[in-house]
């Protein structure tokens, strides 16, 4: 098959919109698919550590096939990684469907494919991150990460909704449906342009799987990047803490309690928007260590705060100002990487934050069951000062970055 060079696109055309598509029906797949099996693993079993074991199981993979991934997305055509993950992935929604369906149900089957489900998801997000700044300009690269991000926080808002109420009226059945919808992937992403396979001296080599590593320890501004997500939604995630607030701080109900789930999502969907709308931002550097302050402080006001308003306040700030740390970051990761690289780096950069997530989960909940939840909110809302103050010291040049496609041009300074 003969290729053609792929121009990237400066505008949002078909392909970028296909792009899109493919996320949102992803993630919805996701989020869907996490609440399906939390209430079905524990109406069946009625034991939280078996419950507990569908997140063990599922973020496994992306641990243990950490080196393999980002070779893989360096070596191979980034679309068709894009369109077999997502398979799979279907693939994995049928094997649970079957199994929670038969008259006897296996949890180690259904193990077996949340495994599956997993290693499709440890593909899926380096590629659909590195295929993303193939597609399009640098000049538009960060308005179609805010819309990227907006649409996956779209579905972490409407997915647990849609998947409570087609439990309700189809229970198991619902596996069925999920399969469907994470099957329109594949179809969208036939609609991208097939772009060739990046080519670098080292790809085939064993040193290769290892060159993002060695990329990073040279690259300060990529390395910043990454660490302030790995450091600060560690140690400042306050996510795990709702329901402990919303009961025993708030003095809420369930409504209350949604109503906090959703305030996170609200900001960011409102400033990813507004992100993919604006000119491209100056002073990049500077405004990344702005709102890793905020960030910072709309912990510290959710933290102390004992009214419903302001805490839904302080998270939509939380939200809000997430949405622009992510966009400057992801530009920066996506933009300071050589092509042939990007794979690699965005398998670092996706180890960490799952690592992040789900280890700031447990931090957040273990903390909070030893020394309670208001301490344990103040001091992540402290650790990401003290974070953001070291990173402004200690990465100059990305305090000193103006504009995010600038780091191009400096990639080997």
């Known amino acids: 098959m003969k290729f053609f060079m792929h121009t990237p696109v400066e505008k949002f055309c078909l392909p970028v919109l296909a792009?899109?598509?493919?996320?949102?029906?992803?993630g919805l797949s996701m989020q869907m698919v996490a609440v399906a099996?939390?209430?079905?693993?524990?109406e069946i079993t009625g034991d939280a550590f078996k419950l507990a074991l569908v997140g063990l199981v599922f973020v496994l993979p992306i641990f243990v096939f950490f080196f393999l991934t980002g070779f893989v997305i360096d070596r191979f055509r980034r679309r068709d990684i894009l369109i077999a993950a997502?398979?799979?992935?279907?693939?994995?929604?049928?094997?649970?469907?079957?199994?929670?369906?038969?008259?006897e149900v296996s949890l180690n089957w259904v193990y077996f494919f949340i495994f599956v489900h997993g290693?499709?998801?440890a593909f899926f997000t380096p590629a659909q991150s590195a295929f993303l700044a193939n597609l399009v300009s640098p000049k538009i690269l960060p308005k179609a990460i805010a819309l990227n991000a907006t649409m996956g926080h779209l579905a972490t808002t409407v997915?647990?909704?849609?998947?409570?109420?087609?439990?309700?009226?189809?229970?198991?059945?619902?596996?069925?449906?999920?399969?469907?919808?994470?099957?329109?992937?594949?179809?969208?992403?036939?609609?991208?342009?097939?772009?060739?396979?990046?080519?670098?001296?080292?790809?085939?080599?064993?040193?290769?799987?290892f060159a993002g590593i060695h990329y990073l320890r040279a690259n300060m501004m990529v390395?910043?990047?990454?660490?302030?997500?790995?450091?600060?939604?560690?140690?400042?995630?306050?996510?795990?803490?709702?329901?402990?607030?919303?009961?025993?701080?708030?003095?809420?109900?369930?409504?209350?309690?949604?109503?906090?789930?959703?305030?996170?999502?609200?900001?960011?969907?409102?400033?990813?928007?507004?992100?993919?709308?604006?000119s491209p931002m100056r002073r990049v550097g500077r405004k990344l260590f702005v709102v890793l302050v905020?960030?910072?402080?709309?912990?510290?006001?959710?933290?102390?705060?004992?009214?419903?308003?302001?805490?839904?306040?302080?998270?939509?700030?939380?939200?809000?100002?997430?949405?622009?740390?992510?966009?400057?970051?992801?530009?920066?990761v996506q933009l300071g990487t050589p092509d042939d690289l990007r794979?690699?780096?965005?398998?670092?950069?996706?180890?960490?934050?799952?690592?992040?997530?789900?280890?700031?989960?447990f931090r957040a909940g273990w903390l909070a069951s030893v020394v309670g939840p208001l301490p344990t909110a103040v001091l992540g809302g402290c650790i990401g000062l003290a974070v953001s103050v070291w990173g402004w010291f200690t990465f100059k040049e990305i305090r000193e970055l103006d504009r995010v496609d600038n780091i191009e041009a400096l990639r080997g300074t």
């Open 86 to 103: 997502t398979s799979i992935d279907a693939v994995a929604f049928v094997g649970m469907a079957v199994a929670l369906t038969s008259d």
């Open 294 to 332: 905020l960030f910072s402080f709309s912990i510290l006001a959710f933290a102390i705060s004992e009214m419903l308003w302001l805490s839904c306040l302080a998270l939509v700030v939380y939200g809000a100002v997430d949405m622009v740390s992510v966009n400057i970051r992801m530009s920066m």
């Open 159 to 209: 997915g647990p909704f849609v998947a409570g109420v087609l439990i309700t009226v189809i229970d198991r059945d619902v596996y069925w449906l999920i399969t469907a919808v994470v099957l329109i992937c594949p179809v969208l992403y036939s609609l991208l342009p097939t772009i060739p396979v990046p080519v670098a001296e080292n790809s085939r080599t064993f040193e290769g799987i």
């Open 223 to 278: 390395l910043g990047a990454i660490l302030f997500d790995l450091v600060i939604v560690l140690f400042g995630s306050v996510i795990a803490l709702l329901p402990i607030y919303a009961v025993d701080i708030l003095e809420t109900d369930a409504d209350g309690l949604g109503l906090l789930r959703a305030m996170p999502a609200l900001g960011s969907v409102v400033v990813g928007i507004t992100l993919a709308r604006m």
């Open 19 to 26: 792009f899109l598509g493919s996320r949102i029906c992803f």
């Open 37 to 42: 099996l939390g209430w079905h693993i524990y």
């Open 343 to 361: 794979g690699r780096v965005n398998a670092v950069n996706s180890l960490c934050t799952s690592s992040s997530n789900h280890l700031g989960t």
């Open 119 to 121: 290693i499709a998801h």
